[in-house]
């Protein structure tokens, strides 16, 4: 650790990066299918050496957030993904999310790798942190918290509500440093400058959890804070974090991202919008191999100017998950995607729903991929095939559709 990076993995070169992590992928993978049930059937058939190129890793399955709420349900607690068995690696805490899905936390110092994210924050051992990211159900306050104590700083376990406390904590002990989501510091600037306390102490901010506008980002600055955004789930820990650069988020070294076509686990073109698949190489309590967490982003082009080589995101683009239902039936984004695939001449789709008349109605949009020609009347005999509902088909030019990542546009809520 120095001034500037956290490791020398942040300045590597790429192409070592790359066979670093594909080899920690292939051990993980290993590790998952001898000491995880679900994986032990899911890629029983599949031999870890055998991935070898990020190209070989699409050809695995995706397991998608709301699929996981469905296994737990059906495998309490963790739906045959935790690690089990005399060799594996125990859980030191277990969290739950909305649904509830389940997250258990390994023992090791990092587990959820924030150190990364705080260090490249301006973070350093011997600061002390409020860190005001909930303590409770969610896994944020203890994300955050392990972070911390890893990097080698003192902890102030704020977690969330009771402003008044929270002035008063921080105008007492003078924290260095804030974590949590923004909107909450910005709240409790707000009731300290009510009060007339000065917490001219902070200097440095980490926060995730909610989009940070760079209105909000500009303001805290003018009161002396520099802060940072982290890009974190409850289920993978961190995957991305902001740099001095301050152009768009670096991915965590600890982790094999994936941009993928939502609904599928095929990976877009370089800066297409797509969903967010992720591989935490080393967590060896709960391995999740190619897991979606719903969220679409995009790849940016070339390093950072920060220095740091590894590949950079857009951030928090939307939801991926946009899962309806039309006339009491749900329509999920794989089922758009298997139209496309049934009917290869279809580029990018994209299902609006709406109301005509008062009734709901579907209407499938298609790219025709150049040179090819498509069969009206068979895709809209495949989408009632997949929906059990009827479609319409709107049939564009290659490049008339946008590529906002959006594969379900539900545009009733705006009648």
């Not at 923004?182 to 009510?194: Q, W």
């Not at 600055?221 to 001095?244: K, N, T, W």
Request: hydrophobic share 40%.
């Amino acid at each position: 650790m120095n001034g500037t990076y956290f490791d020398t993995l942040e300045t590597r070169d790429p192409e070592l990066r790359e066979r670093a992590q594909l080899a920690a992928l292939r051990e993980q993978i290993a590790y998952a299918r001898a000491h995880a049930p679900w994986f032990a059937r899911t890629l029983a058939g599949i031999e870890p050496a055998d991935i070898d190129s990020r190209a070989a890793l699409a050809r695995l399955p995706v397991v998608r957030k709301y699929e996981l709420l469905e296994l737990q349900k059906a495998d309490r607690p963790f739906g045959g993904f935790a690690a089990a068995g005399p060799a594996a690696r125990r859980a030191r805490q277990v969290f739950a999310s909305p649904g509830p899905i389940y997250e258990p936390e390994g023992d090791s110092a990092d587990y959820w790798r924030l150190a990364r994210a705080l260090h490249a924050a301006g973070f350093r051992p011997g600061d002390l942190v409020h860190n005001c990211f909930s303590y409770h159900f969610s896994p944020a306050g203890s994300m955050l918290d392990t972070g911390l104590r890893a990097l080698g700083c003192t902890v102030f376990p704020g977690g969330t509500g009771q402003t008044e406390q929270q002035v008063q904590a921080m105008a007492d002990l003078g924290p260095d440093g804030y974590v949590g989501t923004p909107s909450f510091l910005k709240i409790i600037l707000d009731k300290a400058d009510e009060q007339g306390v000065r917490l001219s102490s902070l200097k440095k901010a980490l926060v995730s959890g909610e989009p940070f506008p760079a209105a909000l980002r500009d303001a805290l600055r003018a009161r002396g804070i520099d802060a940072y955004q982290v890009y974190a789930s409850a289920d993978l820990g961190s995957l991305a974090y902001e740099s001095s650069a301050r152009e768009g988020l670096v991915v965590d070294e600890g982790v094999l991202l994936e941009i993928v076509r939502p609904g599928t686990g095929e990976p877009v073109a370089p800066g297409e919008i797509g969903e967010v698949i992720a591989t935490p190489l080393h967590n060896r309590a709960y391995p999740l191999i190619r897991f979606g967490n719903g969220d679409l982003s995009a790849v940016l082009p070339g390093a950072s100017p920060c220095g740091r080589t590894n590949m950079r995101i857009k951030g928090w683009l939307g939801r991926a998950d946009q899962a309806t239902k039309v006339k009491g039936l749900f329509v999920h984004p794989s089922q758009v995607a298997e139209i496309a695939r049934r009917h290869p001449g279809i580029a990018r789709a994209r299902l609006v729903v709406d109301r005509d008349g008062g009734n709901d109605r579907m209407t499938l949009h298609v790219e025709t991929a150049p040179g090819a020609e498509l069969e009206s009347g068979a895709i809209v005999a495949t989408i009632r095939e997949l929906t059990k509902l009827r479609g319409e088909l709107v049939l564009h030019a290659p490049g008339e559709l946008a590529d906002d990542g959006k594969v379900i546009d539900d545009i009733r809520k705006h009648d």
